[in-house]
Nanobody, 117 residues
Framework: QVQLVESGGGLVQPGGSLRLSCVAS????????MAWYRQAPGKQRDLVAR???????NYADSVKGRFSISRDNAKNTVNLQMNSLKPEDTAVYYC???????????WGRGTQVTVSS
């Protein structure tokens, strides 16, 4: 079984930065992909960024050039560095692990990010 715990959310002014972290417990396979999603009130949950064990990444167009995802395989952690934050980045951010070996995904409980002056 895998558990994901996020940290690092909070309130920040427009233009500011935040760093989110997610720690995964349990066995992690080399084919497991980790990602960050976000969900704003009244909207669907959307992919923000994804990273493979090998370090390949992809980003939502809305965050390209502002957000950076990284992964420490030895520590089973994934981070999301968020710069130049905008009010429209306000959402609950969820850590996700997709496991093809288990044929399922796992979710953290989420961390709130609010961008407001």
């Amino acid at each position: 079984q895998v558990q994901l715990v996020e940290s690092g959310g909070g309130l920040v002014q427009p233009g500011g930065s935040l760093r989110l972290s997610c720690v995964a417990s349990g066995r992690i396979f080399s084919t497991d992909t980790m990602a960050w999603y976000r969900q704003a009130p009244g909207k669907q949950r959307d992919l923000v960024a994804r990273i493979t064990t090998g370090g390949s990444t992809n980003y939502a167009d809305s965050v390209k050039g502002r957000f950076s995802i990284s992964r420490d395989n030895a520590k089973n952690t994934v981070n999301l560095q968020m710069n130049s934050l905008k009010p429209e980045d306000t959402a609950v951010y969820y850590c996700n692990l997709d496991s093809p070996v288990r044929d399922r995904g796992y979710w953290g409980r989420g961390t709130q990010v609010t961008v407001s002056s």
